[in-house]
């Protein structure tokens, strides 16, 4: 039985009780929202070792971070030594997205170096597969991509992406557009190849039903995933974006008839004044579930500070409902991301989601903004380092220019505003 099932039922699983617990909701009230869609608890059945996440409605904001091997850079070493960074600094899944290298063996150990969820993209490794047995990687069938689906589910994989709404619709819709940047997701991109190369439509969107079997053996996530999201501002919210979002839509509707947990992937390059509305079309048209986007990065033409960009998306998105940012790193457009720019990512965004969690009013959220306005008050740096969401940045950066007066820091000196008023009470 799913979790979705169970919720149905009225049982109130330990599982359910652990994450209620974590996030300060009543047990009945989470399970609802499992149950009616709006809330999904991740963990796979095979992983007892972590502990179950919860993603949704009335939930804390969570963080992913992508890590992952690439053809031409591929060193599991480092993968694992970024997966504990983007733990340590605070992400709540880690993403193995590689395409290089050994991906059973990668994705194995890196899901050993991080005690939290982790997602995987499974068609990457059907696509490498293929690549190394035909001349193309097109040439996989859809056997091929379901076979590897399983694999991935059968290691302990705790949530998916599957790009289903990639289909001959939405491809049409595009091709009317006109669009700026095309596809710029990795998968859809795949996708869309596999289905000219094959003159059919995308195996994942037809056999959707096949994959609902697959999910509900493993109890496993489904992050629906965006191949249609736009990778320039120009292109935010045009015909093929929301065509592959309503087909989001409708298949949630048919997993969770199934009892599958669904999340819902959105973009993407989007400007400020649409990611709003982008939010709330996901809502009405995928009924509440999880959100879960890439920044949004909010202009097209910051290459090397686009963790910014996306951070700003990102805590406007969070604000208006999206429930799970996936983080964006200095290294976007540029190149594979080394362990620094997973650190500058994931703290990017946790500060997005800690603003979006402090302006929906979460008590949590708002006892660790005055302890921090407490600690400052009574100038207690160690008690500002222990609130800090980067502890070991806010230290170093003090240290670099201690004052004569070490109660105070370098900028203000002895005439520190606090300091002043203390003195002079």
């Known amino acids: 039985m799913t979790r979705v099932q169970e919720a149905r039922e009225g049982r109130l699983t330990e599982e359910v009780r652990q994450v209620?617990?974590?996030?300060?909701?009543?047990?009945?009230?989470?399970?609802?929202?499992v149950a009616g869609g709006r809330a999904v608890i991740t963990r796979n059945q095979m992983r007892t070792d972590i502990a179950p996440l919860g993603i949704g409605e009335g939930l804390c904001v969570k963080v992913n971070a992508n890590v992952g091997t690439s053809r031409d850079v591929s060193d599991v070493l480092t993968e694992i030594q970024k997966t504990r960074v983007a733990v340590k600094a605070g992400a709540n899944t880690v993403m193995d997205l590689s395409t290089g290298g050994d991906l059973a063996d990668i994705r194995r150990k890196i899901m050993e170096a991080a005690r939290v969820p982790i997602g995987t993209v499974p068609i990457y490794e059907a696509a490498a597969r293929a690549l190394s047995k035909h001349s193309s990687f097109c040439e996989m069938s859809p056997d091929d991509i379901f076979l590897v689906i399983e694999e991935h589910l059968e290691s302990g994989v705790d949530f998916i992406t599957v790009h289903c709404g990639v289909n001959q619709e939405a491809l049409s819709r595009m091709k009317s557009e006109g669009r700026l940047?095309?596809?710029?997701?990795?998968?859809?991109?795949?996708?869309?190849?596999?289905?000219?190369?094959?003159?059919?439509?995308?195996?994942?969107?037809?056999?959707?039903?096949?994959?609902?079997?697959?999910?509900?053996?493993?109890?496993?996530?489904?992050?629906?995933?965006?191949?249609?999201?736009?990778?320039?501002?120009?292109?935010?919210?045009?015909?093929?974006?929301?065509?592959?979002?309503?087909?989001?839509?409708?298949?949630?509707?048919?997993?969770?008839?199934?009892?599958?947990?669904?999340?819902?992937?959105?973009?993407?390059?989007?400007?400020?004044?649409?990611?709003?509305?982008?939010?709330?079309?996901?809502?009405?048209?995928?009924?509440?579930?999880?959100?879960?986007?890439?920044?949004?990065?909010?202009t097209d033409v910051a290459p090397g500070y686009d963790h910014i960009t996306g951070a700003i998306g990102g805590a406007l998105a969070?604000?208006?409902?999206?429930?799970?940012?996936?983080?964006?790193?200095?290294?976007?457009?540029?190149?594979?991301p080394d362990t620094q720019?997973?650190?500058?990512?994931?703290?990017?965004?946790?500060?997005?989601?800690?603003?979006?969690?402090?302006?929906?009013?979460?008590?949590?959220?708002?006892?660790?903004?005055?302890?921090?306005?407490?600690?400052?008050?009574?100038?207690?740096?160690?008690?500002?380092?222990?609130?800090?969401?980067?502890?070991?940045?806010?230290?170093?950066?003090?240290?670099?220019?201690?004052p004569m007066n070490s109660e105070v820091c370098s900028m203000c000196g002895e005439f520190c505003a606090i300091k002043v008023q203390k003195d002079s009470e």
């Open 181 to 298: 940047m095309d596809v710029v997701s990795r998968g859809g991109a795949m996708s869309i190849a596999w289905m000219r190369h094959n003159r059919r439509d995308n195996p994942l969107y037809t056999d959707f039903e096949r994959l609902c079997d697959l999910a509900v053996r493993y109890d496993a996530t489904l992050s629906l995933g965006d191949g249609f999201r736009p990778g320039a501002t120009a292109d935010a919210t045009d015909r093929a974006q929301i065509q592959e979002l309503i087909t989001l839509g409708e298949l949630q509707s048919r997993a969770l008839e199934r009892g599958v947990q669904v999340i819902i992937e959105g973009p993407g390059h989007v400007p400020l004044d649409q990611i709003q509305a982008n939010v709330h079309l996901e809502k009405q048209l995928c009924h509440g579930a999880p959100f879960y986007v890439l920044g949004p990065l909010v």
């Open 20 to 33: 209620a617990g974590d996030e300060g909701v009543r047990p009945e009230e989470l399970s609802a929202l």
């Open 341 to 402: 720019d997973v650190h500058d990512g994931v703290i990017a965004s946790k500060i997005s989601a800690l603003a979006a969690d402090l302006a929906h009013g979460r008590k949590d959220a708002q006892a660790r903004e005055r302890a921090m306005a407490k600690c400052r008050k009574s100038l207690d740096w160690d008690g500002m380092y222990k609130h800090a969401i980067d502890p070991e940045k806010a230290k170093n950066t003090r240290a670099q220019a201690l």
């Open 318 to 336: 969070a604000w208006a409902g999206a429930d799970f940012l996936c983080y964006v790193t200095p290294a976007e457009h540029l190149r594979l």
